[in-house]
């Protein structure tokens, strides 16, 4: 009784000496959005630990980033982000607070993810942040086109197994799986696309412009002037102008802008508001990158039915 009461003990304690190891071995991966870590997630499976700054649901523009992701960056092997300027007001001081030489500038763990995807809006000229544009250095809201979603997922499977080469067969084989599901989601929703390619709508912000790419559907105006400056009277009042004569149905929105500033358009346009996470967990049930293509594209579709 005894004797078995100890060698199970034992084994409990061993079991857990085991996990622990096996839970030190996993790369630790921190992302300054949801988007981000999600497919890393997917890409690095069992292999991985993921934790993400900002919520789907914040401005990532104006993100207050918590101390406590000092001690997250502390630890981390991988460090990735947007890039293009969208982290500049937090980064630096987290960095220079978590000591960490694996994810500082320059370093293997350090990963600008702009450097990976296709992007649009890079300024032909001197960059110029006076008259308060929040994307200087080019639109950072690249993740909403699937083309660059499969490229951030190429650049993590490169990424994991340059760190962690034993398990690149495993990372190999989920970056498959992530692009094999993404292909069987955009053939599902190809009625969707046909349902919204060529019409036109506005938009609060340029973060649409990569999703207006993709699903063609045609961006007549912004409730903004410039990226990041608010909506005065007199641009608003041109932006209707411009609804009316083209016939956009709906404005896009975020959850965090003004729903009130957007309704007063929609009121004067004839149009309607559609409010549209930008983010994975932006909204309940939108948990996975494909979940937030499938969930935005789906509700443009509707809107414009
Ligand atoms: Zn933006």
């Avoid at 995807?117 to 250095?137: C, E, F, N, Y």
């Avoid at 696309?193 to 063609?216: C, E, N, Q």
């Avoid at 102008?241 to 709906?250: E, F, L, P, S």
Wanted: charged residues 20%; aromatic residues 10%.
């Amino acid at each position: 009784m005894t004797r078995a009461f100890f060698s199970s003990t034992f084994a409990l304690i061993f079991a857990a000496g085991l996990a622990a190891t096996s839970a030190e071995a996993q790369l630790k991966v921190v992302t300054s959005t949801p988007d981000l870590s999600a497919i890393a997630a997917e890409v690095g499976g069992n292999k991985v630990t993921t934790r993400h700054v900002s919520e789907g649901y914040q401005d990532p523009h104006f993100v207050e980033a918590k101390p406590s992701f000092v001690l997250q960056l502390r630890n981390a092997d991988v460090w990735a982000f947007v890039g293009l300027g969208l982290e500049v007001g937090w980064m630096p001081l987290l960095l220079d607070g978590a000591r960490n030489p694996r994810i500082r500038p320059g370093a293997t763990g350090y990963v600008d993810v702009s450097r990976s995807v296709r992007l649009l809006d890079i300024p032909a000229g001197d960059v110029d942040r006076s008259q308060g544009d929040v994307h200087p250095l080019g639109n950072p809201h690249y993740w909403l086109h699937p083309e660059n979603g499969r490229r951030i997922a190429r650049m993590f499977q490169q990424k994991f197994s340059e760190l962690d080469p034993k398990n690149a067969a495993s990372y190999a084989a989920n970056e498959r799986a992530f692009e094999t599901r993404l292909d069987a989601a955009e053939r599902g929703w190809r009625p969707s696309l046909s349902m919204i390619a060529g019409k036109p709508v506005a938009a609060w912000h340029t973060s649409w412009r990569y999703f207006a790419d993709y699903t063609k559907m045609n961006i007549v105006g912004f409730m903004e002037p410039k990226p990041g400056v608010p909506p005065s009277p007199a641009h608003l009042a041109g932006l209707i102008q411009t609804m009316k004569r083209t016939g956009a149905k709906i404005i896009i929105m975020e959850p965090f802008y003004s729903r009130k500033t957007a309704d007063f358009v929609a009121s004067k346009s004839g149009a309607k508001v559609l409010v549209l996470p930008p983010s994975v967990g932006g909204v309940r049930g939108v948990n996975d990158y494909v979940a937030l293509m499938k969930s935005d594209i789906e509700k443009v579709a509707a809107a414009l039915r």
